[in-house]
C-alpha cells in the first residue's frame, strides 16, 4: 500500500519528462559530467560578480563545474533540491544515494567561457557550480524524492592502458592521492584505482587520453613530479575447445582437486562457453546486476535461458545448473553444480534456474557441502579474478564441479587451518588446473583505428607501419581530392607510438584515429615449441625468445611485470662464442 503514492508519483515524473515543459512544478536535471574550469573561463560580464561570490581568486585557481541537462522545470539560484546517485532507491528514500543542496550558482556555457545566470528553463544544458566534491562523475537533480535516478552513461572507450604512478618524493604520496581524486572526478574517461602491491593505477582510453591525464595531474591536480611506469596493456585468459599441449587422451579435460588434509575431494572440468552467451552476458551487465539486487524483475532470465537454448541441448542443461557468474557474481564466466543429487540451497541459489530448491531435499550424505558453498564461489571467484598465464581476468570460461566427497572431520589428514580456507584453495587451483588442461589462449584489445593519408606517394609507408603492427586492413576509400582513408584493427598492445611513427614516415601527410573497438583471440599457443624437423625450420629453435611467439611474448611482459615466476630460455655459452668467432 505505501508503494502506490510512490508509483503514481513516477508516472507524473514520466510525463513531465516527455513534456519538457519550463512551466512545470517537476524539476528534472541529469548532470552527465565534471569538468575543470579556471578563474579566467568565468568570462563576460558576469566575471567579477561571480568571482565576488564564489572568492576563487581567493581560494583557489580552478573550480569544479557539473555539466548538465534540465528537462523538466526551471532551476533557479536558491532553489532547495535532491542529489541522486545511482544507489538511490526510491521505495526506501531514507537510504544511500540522496542528499539535498542549495543551487548557489547557475552558468550558461559559452564557448569555451562560462555566463553566471540567475535561472535556467527545460531543454537547456547548462553548468552548476558549487558541487564540487558532492557527486563523483553523473548524478541526478530533481526536487522529488520519488523520482528515480538515471542511468550511469557508458563509455563507448573502456580505460584499457594503464600506468602506474608514484611521487619523486616519497613524502608526497598523499598529495598524489589527492590530485589522483580529483583527476578520477574531472575526467569520464579515465580509471584510478589501487593495485593490490599498493600501487597507483591511472587507466585511460588510449596513449593520447593517456598523456593528457598524465599532464592534468602534474600540472592542475596534484602539481608535484611523479614517477610514471611503462604502459601497462590488459589482457583476458580464455581457453579452446581441444586439450592443451603434453595432455593425452587418457587424462583428459577433468582435474581431480583436494584439500591440503585431503578431507574434501572433487572434480572440476573447464570449457569454452559459446560466443553468444559471452557477449550476451557482457551486453547485459547491468540488467543482470539489478536482477540478482532484485532491483528490477526485467525478464533477464528468460532472455539468457533463449540465448544457451540457441547454443544447443548441453548449454540448456547447464543454464539449470548455474551456481554462479563470475568475477563479481556477474561476469562473462560461469561456475556449474554438476554434483548429482545436490541443488544449490536459496543463500546461493541460481537466479536464472526455474526449479523451486525449496522443495527438494537434499541427500544426507550431501548435505555437509551446504557448509562449504560459500567457499567454492569464493575459490572461483579468486580463480577467474587472475588466470594462470600471466594473472589476468579470465573471459568465456565454465568451470564445472562434480562428485564433491567429504570425509568426516576426525579422517582428515595433518592440521591445515579452517576447512573453509582449504575449500577456497581448492577451487581456485583446481580450476586453474582444469584451465591449463586445455587449450589456453590470449586475448587482446583492438583499436578501430582510422588513418587519413595525403596523396598516394606516402600510402606504402602507411601500410607498411600497420604491418609491422599486426593491423588488419578492412577498407582503403579515396575521399575529396587526393585524401585517402585507411580503415583497420590494430592491436591495443602495439599502439604505442603509432600517430609519432605515421607523422615521422609521412612527413606529416598521415594522422590517425583510435577508438576501442573490441576484444580479440590470438589465435596462438603461448606454450608451442617447434618439435618436427617443419616446425623448426619455419619458426626456428629459438621460439621462446622476443618477437618470435608473440603471445609468449606478452604473456612474459605481464608475469614480470607482476613479479611472477619466468620461464625464459637464454643463449648458450658455446653458440654466443660461435657467433663472436665469426664476426673476427
Known amino acids: 500500500d505505501n508503494e502506490i503514492p510512490i508509483v503514481e508519483a513516477q508516472k507524473r515524473i514520466v510525463e513531465s519528462f516527455e513534456m519538457c515543459s519550463a512551466q512545470s512544478e517537476d524539476i528534472i536535471i541529469f548532470i552527465s559530467k565534471i569538468f575543470v574550469a579556471s578563474k579566467e573561463q568565468i568570462g563576460g560580464s558576469t566575471a567579477h560578480e561571480y568571482r565576488e561570490k564564489v572568492h576563487i581568486h581567493q581560494e583557489k585557481d580552478e573550480h569544479f563545474i557539473a555539466m548538465a541537462r534540465i528537462f523538466s522545470g526551471t532551476v533557479k539560484v536558491g532553489d532547495t533540491v535532491h542529489v541522486i546517485t545511482s544507489e538511490y532507491d526510491p521505495f526506501h528514500p531514507e537510504g544511500k544515494g540522496i542528499f539535498t543542496i542549495e543551487i548557489e550558482y547557475l552558468f550558461l556555457m559559452m564557448g569555451r567561457y562560462l555566463e553566471f545566470v540567475d535561472e535556467v ?22 526536487n522529488i524524492v520519488e523520482c528515480p535516478p538515471f542511468y550511469k552513461i557508458n563509455n563507448v572507450a573502456h580505460p584499457i592502458v594503464r600506468v602506474a604512478v608514484e611521487p619523486e618524493d616519497p613524502s608526497q604520496v598523499k598529495t598524489l592521492k589527492k590530485g589522483l581524486k580529483l583527476l578520477n572526478q574531472a575526467d569520464s574517461g579515465c580509471m584510478i584505482f589501487t593495485q593490490k602491491t599498493g600501487e597507483y593505477i591511472l587507466a585511460a582510453t588510449g596513449e593520447l587520453h593517456l598523456k593528457r591525464c598524465l599532464n592534468m595531474l602534474i600540472e592542475r591536480f596534484a602539481k608535484i ?13 580464455t581457453i579452446i575447445d581441444t586439450l592443451g599441449r603434453n595432455v593425452s587422451e587418457e587424462d583428459g579435460p577433468i582435474v581431480l582437486a583436494n584439500t591440503s588434509g585431503k578431507r574434501v575431494t572433487c572434480q572440476i572440468r573447464a570449457d569454452p562457453i559459446p560466443e553468444k552467451i559471452v557477449e550476451f552476458l557482457e551486453k547485459n551487465h547491468q540488467k543482470i546486476v ?4 532484485q532491483e528490477d524483475k526485467n525478464g533477464i532470465n528468460q532472455e539468457f535461458y533463449e540465448v544457451c537454448k540457441e547454443c544447443g541441448p548441453k548449454w540448456e542443461q547447464i543454464f539449470h545448473k548455474i551456481w554462479v557468474l563470475g ?5 562473462p564466466n560461469i561456475l556449474v553444480n554438476d554434483i548429482n543429487g545436490f541443488f544449490n540451497t536459496p543463500e546461493w541459489n541460481s537466479l536464472f534456474s526455474e526449479q523451486n530448491i525449496e522443495d527438494m531435499e537434499i541427500p544426507e550424505e550431501l548435505s555437509l557441502i551446504t557448509t562449504i558453498e560459500g567457499s567454492i ?10 588466470g594462470p598465464l600471466c594473472d589476468e581476468p579470465m573471459l568465456g570460461v565454465c568451470f564445472s564441479v562434480s562428485d564433491i566427497e567429504i570425509l568426516p572431520e576426525e579422517e582428515e589428514v595433518g592440521t591445515f587451518g579452517p576447512i573453509s580456507g582449504q575449500v577456497m584453495s581448492m577451487i581456485k587451483d583446481g580450476c586453474k588446473n582444469a584451465f591449463l588442461r586445455r587449450g589456453q589462449r590470449l586475448i587482446e584489445a583492438m583499436y578501430d583505428c582510422s ?3 595525403f596523396g598516394s606517394e606516402h600510402l606504402g609507408k602507411v601500410y607498411g607501419v600497420l604491418r ?5 586492413i578492412r577498407d582503403e576509400v579515396l575521399k575529396e581530392g587526393e585524401i585517402y582513408e585507411i580503415t583497420s ?31 580479440e583471440v590470438l589465435d596462438i599457443d603461448p606454450y608451442f615449441v617447434p618439435s618436427t624437423e617443419d616446425e623448426i625450420e619455419e619458426f626456428g629453435e629459438n621460439v621462446l625468445g622476443w618477437g618470435v611467439n608473440i603471445v609468449r611474448d606478452y604473456v612474459d611482459r605481464v608475469r614480470m611485470r607482476k613479479g611472477l615466476p619466468v620461464d625464459r630460455r637464454t643463449e648458450s655459452k658455446h653458440t654466443a662464442q660461435k657467433t663472436r668467432s665469426k664476426k673476427k
Open 451 to 453: 588513418v587519413q593519408v
Open 121 to 142: 528553463p527545460a531543454g537547456n544544458i547548462f553548468a552548476i557550480g558549487g558541487l564540487d566534491n558532492r557527486i563523483l562523475k553523473t548524478a541526478t537533480v530533481t
Open 377 to 386: 564461489i569464493t575459490g572461483f571467484e579468486m580463480a577467474v579474478s587472475g
Open 489 to 519: 584493427n590494430l592491436p591495443a598492445a602495439e599502439s604505442f607510438g603509432f600517430a609519432d611513427e605515421l607523422f615521422t614516415i609521412s612527413s606529416g601527410a598521415a594522422n590517425s584515429q583510435l577508438i576501442f573497438s573490441h576484444w
Open 225 to 237: 613530479e611523479i614517477k610514471v611506469s611503462a604502459p601497462l596493456i590488459s589482457f583476458k585468459e
Open 290 to 293: 539489478n536482477f540478482i539486487l
Open 468 to 472: 609491422k603492427r599486426r593491423a588488419k
Open 327 to 331: 568475477p563479481g557474481k556477474v561476469g
